[in-house]
């Protein structure tokens, strides 16, 4: 990555390029960074970090199964959990790492091709590929078990997956920044994000709960996450619930204030 960057100030690349053509070679050049770094140079280093969400979602799920043995909807147990864990791979793991890609990557900072923003999106590129690959293989290894996990509406489920990992980008978006600024925003953002599961519905269905407690409920994004992806395996699953403009709206809310603050404190994001 430093040795690109030099690259091209020295032959004078980065000035003659379009600001949208230097943005695209950054990024892919922090790509490259970040999956040398974390991953190393084999194969293996890739497989342990996409078996790390994995063997986590299926350690839940597992757990899951051996505490409720009943689904409390549907008739397959298998469903009713992954369709609750799913979510909590695909928007807190991308969250959680997205989160310190600033704080990690600080040096590169220093760099004048290389913006807060590059960083993000390098990593989230990172983090969202390795989400598909995280939920390719939890279909693959339920398929081999000979456990159907087929939705009935794979275009509600697409979209929710979609939606989810969006959601998570967008938290760790603005994490970042709040990170960078307040180092004790870590610990804090850990536990919200542990919080907004446990509340989601993943475990008990939101609509078991007293009506008085649910209204509060419905503010957690994560909450129609998990209603969106479960309504694409339960018919009339979500009604009454789900919005779904509420979580990209959430969501797209998060990202605007991340972009606003990282316009406007930029100098002191160059701080170490």
Known sequence: MTETLLNYRDSGTLGHASPLRVQVRVIGALILRDMRTRFGRKITGWIIMVMWPLSHLLFLMIGYLIAHRIAPVGTNVTVFIGTGVLPYILCLYPARMIMLCLVQNQPLLLFPPVTAVDVIIARSILEIVNAFWVVALFCLTLFVLDIDFLPMRYGDAILAILATIYLGFAIGFISAILLKLVR???????????????????????????????????????????????????????????????????????????LVMERAIRGRLLES
């Open 184 to 258: 004790a925003w870590l610990p804090i953002q850990i536990v919200l994000l542990i919080l907004a599961y446990i509340v989601s519905g993943a475990i008990v269905p939101i609509t078991s709960v007293p009506e008085q407690i649910r209204q509060w409920l419905w503010f957690n994004p994560l909450v129609h996450s998990v209603e969106w992806l479960r309504g694409a395996y339960y018919d009339a699953y979500g009604e009454g619930v789900l919005s779904r403009g509420y979580l990209i709206g959430y969501a797209t809310m998060l990202i605007f204030i991340g």
